[in-house]
């Protein structure tokens, strides 16, 4: 593993969020790793998550999202601020996948994302709607 690769990995461990390339590359700088362009991360978290180490954390809209892969897990996303919550359910975990070879498709592993508000922006609508009322 090169250098900077190992680095990159090194961000990842010490953030328990789920951070973008962007911020992988912001950390990067700020442990004064320098000259490791965002090109450089975004193909080395690829990479990771071919090979498994790191998952990508899917989130519809938004860039990509990397984690290190401990164990399956599930995750809560806030609409508003794009902001990824772990959470554990062993009965989620659990799930029997349907039959989806039909398709052609191989399913390699899942996790739930469940959409909603986190406890900041719930918080601030709630102001909102009560300041909007006469
Ligand atoms: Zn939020
Ligand atoms: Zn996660």
Known sequence: M???RRAVLEVLLAR???PT???????LAARGVSGVSRATVF???ELFAERGIVARVCHPGAAARYEVRTHRHHHLVCDVCGKITDFDDDALSALQLPDLGSG???ARDFSVHVRGLCAD????QDHELRNEEP
């Not at 922006?121 to 601030?124: G, L, N, S, T, Y």
């Open 2 to 4: 090169t250098l900077q």
């Open 16 to 18: 328990d969020d789920h």
């Open 21 to 27: 390339a962007d911020q992988v590359v912001e950390d």
């Open 43 to 45: 193909r080395a978290l």
């Open 104 to 106: 052609g498709f191989r």
């Open 121 to 124: 922006c719930a918080r601030e």
